[in-house]
């Protein structure tokens, strides 16, 4: 049942987040900074969750501070879940996240200043129509896995046991179907392909233009879902994976 006291205020608080980031109140591909829109540090799976929500896949040792700032990055994963919860199952159902901390090092936290800590808390809580029901950690580090399970131990049971920490890769199969996983982590998805067809579906359908049915269904399966080594490339694609129609819809780093 819809709390609308509670969506109001949730509404009031990003409006307020993004006037005082100097965001717009909604974003679009255009607001997106390239370097941080094709690092493939979020990348949307083409199938659910074995427990039926959608997939987002979160990469944060693919932040490269050099290329774009960390408001940057933010502003792009803000962008993407703008996008996921125009479903308005979505906003009911919530989403499941892989945390893939592949090439993560503990040491790069030095790299974000208080104000980016502020930022990256600021945009989620109490601040956007969206919730993250299951998150499943893979490749954590045995450091990492104990900074987890620690920092799990001191927070609600329900809480907790959203929460799976995976001892490998070869475990996410029984959380989210292989076909939707990235090839590096033993799945079918070519994700560079896989993410710039959905980057271009969602630019081009915020121009208005005339698109088809989107590269898959958060919900099943539509389309390429797979998008893999043996599905054809869409027409057009450059190399770098990217859609030459979704790099024109967004900016050039000034």
């Not at 109001?8 to 100097?22: G, H, I, P, S, T």
Request: charge should be positive; glycine fraction near 8%.
């Amino acid at each position: 049942r819809l709390d609308q006291p509670r969506a109001v205020q949730v509404l009031r608080n990003l409006v307020a987040f993004r006037a005082k980031n100097n965001w717009p109140v909604r974003l679009s591909a255009s607001d997106v900074h390239p370097a941080a829109l094709e690092s493939l540090v979020h990348v949307v799976l083409p199938r659910p969750a074995r427990k039926g929500m959608p997939v987002l896949m979160f990469n944060p040792g693919l932040v490269d501070l050099s290329r774009a700032s960390a408001a940057e990055y933010h502003k792009m994963a803000a962008w993407v879940m703008e996008r996921l919860t125009r479903d308005p199952a979505v906003q009911h159902r919530g989403i499941a996240m892989v945390l893939n901390l592949e090439g993560l090092d503990l040491r790069m936290a030095r790299l974000y200043s208080l104000a980016d800590v502020r930022r990256g808390v600021g945009m989620w809580k109490d601040c956007f129509p969206c919730k993250i029901k299951q998150i499943i950690v893979v490749n954590a580090s045995s450091m990492q896995r104990g900074v987890a399970l620690a920092g799990l131990s001191l927070v609600h049971p329900r809480v907790r046991a959203r929460v799976a920490i995976l001892p490998g890769a070869d475990a996410l199969a029984s959380h989210v179907d292989p076909a939707a996983l990235p090839q590096d982590l033993g799945g079918e998805v070519d994700a560079p392909r896989l993410w710039g067809a959905w980057c271009d579906w969602q630019a081009r359908e915020e121009r208005g233009e005339k698109v088809g049915p989107p590269p898959f269904d958060l919900f099943g399966v539509s389309g390429d879902a797979s998008m893999g080594s043996k599905a054809p490339p869409p027409p057009g694609e450059h190399s770098s994976g990217l859609q030459p129609e979704c790099s024109r819809g967004i900016r050039t780093a000034e």
